[in-house]
C-alpha cells in the first residue's frame, strides 16, 4: 500500500471514530433528556417546583431543537415543597406556557458556533408580585448566584465558549399581571408580542459582533384600582 493510500485510509477511519463518537453523544443526549430531568435540574437551579407537560428532542438532524408543552413554574419553594412533588396549585403559579420551542443546527456546535433557528415562547403568562414590605417575588431569581458558577474572577465576554447567531427570538401572545400588594393596585400586560431578530454576537469579537433588532406591541389595562388610586381603569 502507498504512502498516500495509507494516508487517505487513516484519514477516512480516523473520520468515522470522530462521526462515531458524535453519534453515540448525541443518541445518549436523546435518550437521556426527558421532562423530569429537565424538571429536576430547573428546581435545583431555581428553587421552584417546576411542571412540563410534554418534551420532545430532535437531534442530528438538518435542523435539531427541542420542543417543550405546557410549562409551569411555581413562585419560591421551600425545600420541602420541592422534596413532596406536589402539583402546583394556581395560587402559587409565577409563570406558564403553552409551548417553547428551539431549533438550531447541529453541525456548527463542533466549530464552537451556536445557530438558532428560531426560540418560540407562545402564550407565556407571568405574574409578579409586590408585597408590602417592596420586595418582589421574583428578588430571589435577581439575587441568586448559584454556588457552582462561583469562581475566583469575574467571568469576562472572552471566556463564553460560544459564538452566537440567532434568526429570531418570538414571544407571542403574553400576558404580565402585576399585583402591587403594598397599594392593592393590579396591572395587566395583555397581547404581549415581542421579536427580536438577526442577532450576531460573539464573545470574543464583540467589537463587530454584538447588534439585533427588535419589535413588539402590547396593551396595558387596569383591572383593580383601590380607593384614591392615580390610574383610571380602561
Given at each position: 500500500m502507498t504512502i498516500k493510500?495509507?494516508?487517505?485510509?487513516?484519514?477516512?477511519?480516523?473520520?468515522?471514530?470522530v462521526f462515531g463518537i458524535i453519534l453515540a453523544m448525541a443518541l445518549v443526549i436523546w435518550k437521556t433528556v426527558d421532562a423530569d430531568m429537565i424538571e429536576s435540574a430547573l428546581e435545583k437551579q431555581?428553587?421552584?417546583?417546576v411542571e412540563?407537560?410534554?418534551?420532545e428532542a430532535s437531534l442530528f438532524s438538518s435542523v435539531s431543537g427541542f420542543n417543550a408543552e405546557q410549562i409551569t413554574i411555581s413562585d419560591l419553594s421551600s425545600g420541602e415543597q420541592l422534596k413532596s412533588g406536589e402539583a402546583i396549585r394556581d395560587d402559587e403559579?409565577?409563570?406558564?406556557?403553552?409551548?417553547i420551542s428551539l431549533k438550531f443546527k447541529f453541525w456548527p456546535l463542533l466549530r464552537k458556533r451556536l445557530e438558532v433557528r428560531h426560540l418560540l415562547f407562545e402564550k407565556p403568562e407571568v405574574r409578579l408580585i409586590r408585597f408590602p414590605d417592596g420586595t418582589l417575588n421574583v428578588s430571589d431569581l435577581i439575587e441568586?448566584?448559584?454556588?457552582?458558577?462561583?469562581?475566583?474572577?469575574?467571568?469576562s465576554a472572552g471566556d463564553i465558549p460560544l459564538s452566537l447567531s440567532v434568526e429570531?427570538?418570538?414571544?407571542?401572545?403574553?400576558?404580565?399581571?402585576?399585583d402591587d400588594r403594598a397599594t392593592g393596585s393590579?396591572?395587566?400586560?395583555?397581547?404581549?408580542?415581542?421579536e427580536i431578530f438577526d442577532i450576531q454576537i460573539d464573545p470574543r469579537n464583540l467589537a463587530e459582533f454584538n447588534s439585533l433588532q427588535i419589535r413588539g406591541d402590547s396593551t396595558l389595562e387596569s383591572v383593580l384600582i383601590p380607593t384614591g388610586g392615580?390610574?383610571?381603569e380602561v
Amino acid at each position: 500500500m502507498t504512502i498516500k493510500k495509507k494516508q487517505f485510509r487513516n484519514t477516512w477511519i480516523s473520520a468515522a471514530v470522530v462521526f462515531g463518537i458524535i453519534l453515540a453523544m448525541a443518541l445518549v443526549i436523546w435518550k437521556t433528556v426527558d421532562a423530569d430531568m429537565i424538571e429536576s435540574a430547573l428546581e435545583k437551579q431555581l428553587s421552584r417546583r417546576v411542571e412540563i407537560g410534554r418534551l420532545e428532542a430532535s437531534l442530528f438532524s438538518s435542523v435539531s431543537g427541542f420542543n417543550a408543552e405546557q410549562i409551569t413554574i411555581s413562585d419560591l419553594s421551600s425545600g420541602e415543597q420541592l422534596k413532596s412533588g406536589e402539583a402546583i396549585r394556581d395560587d402559587e403559579i409565577f409563570m406558564r406556557l403553552d409551548s417553547i420551542s428551539l431549533k438550531f443546527k447541529f453541525w456548527p456546535l463542533l466549530r464552537k458556533r451556536l445557530e438558532v433557528r428560531h426560540l418560540l415562547f407562545e402564550k407565556p403568562e407571568v405574574r409578579l408580585i409586590r408585597f408590602p414590605d417592596g420586595t418582589l417575588n421574583v428578588s430571589d431569581l435577581i439575587e441568586h448566584t448559584p454556588p457552582e458558577t462561583l469562581s475566583e474572577r469575574e467571568m469576562s465576554a472572552g471566556d463564553i465558549p460560544l459564538s452566537l447567531s440567532v434568526e429570531r427570538i418570538r414571544v407571542s401572545d403574553g400576558i404580565l399581571l402585576f399585583d402591587d400588594r403594598a397599594t392593592g393596585s393590579r396591572y395587566r400586560l395583555k397581547d404581549f408580542n415581542l421579536e427580536i431578530f438577526d442577532i450576531q454576537i460573539d464573545p470574543r469579537n464583540l467589537a463587530e459582533f454584538n447588534s439585533l433588532q427588535i419589535r413588539g406591541d402590547s396593551t396595558l389595562e387596569s383591572v383593580l384600582i383601590p380607593t384614591g388610586g392615580f390610574a383610571q381603569e380602561v
